[in-house]
């Protein structure tokens, strides 16, 4: 394999200079969104400085209680940004189970990846475990923010025929489940998309880091292979967790959808 290619300032400064131009074209089309375009690429720019240097001191330093720092600090923000992120308003029971579904689904496929497949010692190794974790925890988040976009909306907008087949002794497991459905299918297409063009459409950005940086392309193919597999797994059970027992806060303990018009 070749050496890797160090970037060196003005290298990153043309690359800079690139998203300039960028924005000059955008300007000049009259699309208001190179106040967007800079203020996202600054914020990529200091996030990821600053990771890379909580990163070195990470791996200089192993511990396992940084690591589950880290981990603990993932799954915070990720609960925190799908709440955020929801157009309606989220019941607190529902709340709860977005916070259980992700650590739930995310911390045991995250284990079972680290543990059984890729096999690390110790277990807390950083340079395997944040940057797992990292993907799993992103990619869940992104399908649960999808399920419950889709089970919300399905439940308020739906409503009259939920009420209908409650009414005719359906059970809300019955009453909800084509909502419930649409859910998990809204989260999970996403994912299936992308491993559907894999290799075909585009390479895979983990894969592309790791044949820049000078590994063998099978290597980054058997990782890559085995990290989508471990997303699949993250979101799917992140997804299932969460609409199975989301739709339940919809009903009380009589069976009766609670939801306002």
Excluded at 3 to 13: A, F, G, T
Excluded at 17 to 36: D, Q
Excluded at 89 to 117: D, E, H, N, R, W
Excluded at 127 to 140: C, E, H, T, V
């Amino acid at each position: 394999m070749n050496s890797v290619i160090d970037l060196h300032l003005l290298q990153m400064i043309a690359a800079y200079i690139f998203v300039f131009i960028l924005m000059i074209i955008v300007k000049l089309k009259g699309i208001p969104r190179e106040t967007e375009i800079l203020i996202s690429s600054v914020r990529m720019t200091i996030q990821l400085i600053l990771t890379g240097y909580i990163l070195v001191y990470l791996f200089k330093n192993p511990s396992p209680l940084y690591t589950l720092l880290v981990l603990i600090a993932m799954e915070v923000f990720s609960i925190y940004n799908i709440i955020k992120r929801s157009k309606s308003k989220l019941s607190p029971k529902l709340k709860q189970i977005i916070a259980l579904s992700m650590i739930g689904g995310t911390v045991s496929c995250l284990f079972y990846f680290l543990l059984v497949v890729i096999r690390i010692s110790p277990w807390y190794d950083p340079q395997y475990f944040i940057p797992i974790a990292g993907m799993l925890i992103g990619n869940s988040m992104t399908g649960i923010s999808l399920g419950v976009s889709r089970l919300v909306d399905g439940m308020h907008t739906q409503k009259n025929l939920v009420e209908g087949a409650l009414m005719l002794g359906a059970t809300p497991k019955t009453a909800a489940k084509h909502i419930v459905n649409n859910a998990f299918d809204s989260a999970i297409l996403p994912t299936i998309n992308s491993m559907v063009g894999m290799g075909i459409v585009f390479l895979p950005g983990m894969m592309t880091g790791q044949i820049l940086s000078g590994i063998s392309p099978i290597t980054a193919i058997e990782y890559q292979i085995a990290i989508m597999l471990g997303i699949l797994g993250s979101v799917a059970l992140t997804v299932i967790f969460f609409v199975q027992l989301g739709y339940k806060t919809f009903f009380n303990d009589q069976n009766q959808l609670i939801i306002g018009d």
